[in-house]
C-alpha cells in the first residue's frame, strides 16, 4: 500500500482539489510578486538563516511568489528545511496556506524531496493538517509525490502517528 493510500484508509478523508478552495489560500499581490527576487530566492536555495534574519531584520518581507504562485516557503519544503520553515513561520509570519497555480501546496513539496524530513511534516501537519488532502491540478495528493523507495519510511511514520492522523484529516 502507498502512504497515500494508507492516509485515506486512517483518516476516512475525501481530496479536495485545492483549485477549487476558495477563501482558504494566500492571493499574492503584485507588490508580493514583486517581492520575490534573487536575493530572497538565493538566501533560501543556500539555506543561510543568518542572512534570511537579516533581511528580514532590514524589512524583507518573504510573503511573496513568482508568477506562478511558487512562493519562498514551498522553495524550503522542497529542500526539506525544517530550520526555514521555521524561520517563515514563527518568525517571519509567512503564511503556509498557499498553491502554486497547479495547485500545489507546500506539503506537496515537503513529500516531493529526494530525503524524507518528518519533523518538516510534522510541522507542516500542526500547522495547517488540511494541506495532507488537498489534491493539485493532476489530482494528487501530497503523499502520492513520495518517492517509492521512501514508502516504508512513510508508512512507519503514517503508522506511528495514526491517532492524530484519524483526528486531524
Known amino acids: ?11 476516512k478523508i475525501e481530496p479536495t ?25 538565493g538566501a533560501v536555495r543556500s539555506l543561510d538563516l543568518d542572512k534570511l534574519r537579516q533581511m528580514k531584520n532590514d524589512g524583507t518581507s518573504f510573503q511573496c511568489s513568482n508568477p506562478f504562485g511558487e512562493s519562498l516557503i514551498h522553495m524550503a519544503c522542497r529542500r526539506g528545511s525544517l530550520e526555514v ?33 518528518f519533523e518538516l511534516i510534522e510541522l507542516l501537519v500542526t500547522l495547517c493538517p488540511e494541506l495532507l488532502s488537498l489534491t493539485d491540478v493532476r489530482g494528487h ?29
Request: with cysteine; proline share 6%.
Open 85 to 117: 520553515v521555521e524561520f517563515f513561520t514563527k518568525e517571519a509570519n509567512v503564511d503556509i496556506k498557499c498553491r502554486d497555480d497547479f495547485g500545489r501546496t507546500p506539503m506537496h513539496d515537503a513529500c516531493w524531496t529526494s530525503n524524507p524530513n
Open 17 to 41: 482539489p485545492s483549485l477549487s478552495r476558495e477563501n482558504f489560500f494566500h492571493v499574492y499581490t503584485e507588490e508580493e510578486i514583486e517581492g520575490y527576487t534573487c536575493a530572497t530566492t
Open 1 to 11: 500500500m502507498n502512504p497515500h493510500e494508507y492516509l485515506l484508509h486512517l483518516s
Open 141 to 169: 495528493s501530497p503523499l502520492q509525490y513520495t518517492r517509492r523507495e521512501h514508502w516504508p519510511l512513510w508508512l512507519s511514520f503514517l503508522e506511528k502517528h495514526q491517532e492524530r492522523f484519524k483526528t486531524t484529516c
